[in-house]
Structures are given as structure tokens and as C-alpha cells.
């Protein structure tokens, strides 16, 4: 079982930066890989940023590549996204997720555990 907790949400002006920090409770969070998803009002859920368990695997949807950036401190427990150049299109509800594989995955139903959200906001 792992229980996430996003934090560093909140509102920004284009351009800006912020930086996400998801905590997951659990001695086995090194053998978990990672993801980023957000959900804009109306919008269905989308891929944002993933990576394995050891890092050496990332993948980024291809709206975020260049900007955002994914990262983990295993004896932390927490990974986090930099969130660079901001875009108001960039404005959505934030969630880590946690799935017990190699290779992290894209999809969203691939994610065994799912953190409460964090909601980011950016404005002009």
C-alpha cells in the first residue's frame, strides 16, 4: 500500500515557475515508478511526466518537453516535477501516482495508487 501527498500548487503568472512534491508513505516507494498527471476542468486526465524507479527511464508528454522536468529522491520518498515557462494552458489539477512496474506507463489506468491532487493555476 502507498498513500501519495501532493504539495506546491498554487497560482502563478505565465512564465512563472513552480515546483511539485509528491510524498509517498511506504518502504517499497524505490520499487514504484512515478507519474504526473493533470486534469483540466471539462478535460479528461492526461499524461504529464514518468519515471522509473531507478530514473534512468523518463518520458514527458510532449506539451510539457523542455519545460518541465521530473525527479526523484528515493531515501526521500518524494518525487517532484519543475514546472519551467509556465502556460495558462498549463492550468489544471496536479497528481502523482505510483505503479509497481519497470517501465513507467502513460496511461493513467496503469497507476496503482493516486495521490488527492494539487491544483495549479496560471494566469496572464
Known amino acids: 500500500q502507498v498513500q501519495l501527498v501532493e504539495s506546491g500548487g498554487g497560482s502563478v503568472q505565465v512564465g512563472g515557475s513552480l515546483r511539485l512534491s509528491c510524498a509517498a508513505s511506504g518502504r517499497t516507494f524505490s520499487s514504484y515508478a512515478m507519474g504526473w498527471f493533470r486534469q483540466a476542468p471539462g478535460k479528461e486526465r492526461e499524461f504529464v511526466a514518468a519515471?522509473?524507479?531507478?530514473?534512468?527511464?523518463?518520458h514527458y508528454a510532449g506539451s510539457v518537453k523542455g519545460r518541465f522536468t521530473i525527479s526523484r529522491d528515493n531515501a526521500k520518498n518524494t518525487v517532484y516535477l519543475q514546472m519551467n515557462s509556465l502556460k495558462a494552458e498549463d492550468t489544471a489539477v496536479y497528481y502523482c501516482?505510483?505503479?509497481?512496474?519497470?517501465?513507467?506507463?502513460?496511461?493513467?489506468?496503469?497507476?496503482?495508487?493516486w495521490g488527492q491532487g494539487t491544483q495549479v493555476t496560471v494566469s496572464s
Open positions: 501516482a505510483a505503479d509497481r512496474t519497470v517501465v513507467p506507463s502513460t496511461r493513467t489506468w496503469d497507476y496503482d495508487y
Open positions: 519515471m522509473s524507479w531507478s530514473g534512468g527511464i523518463i
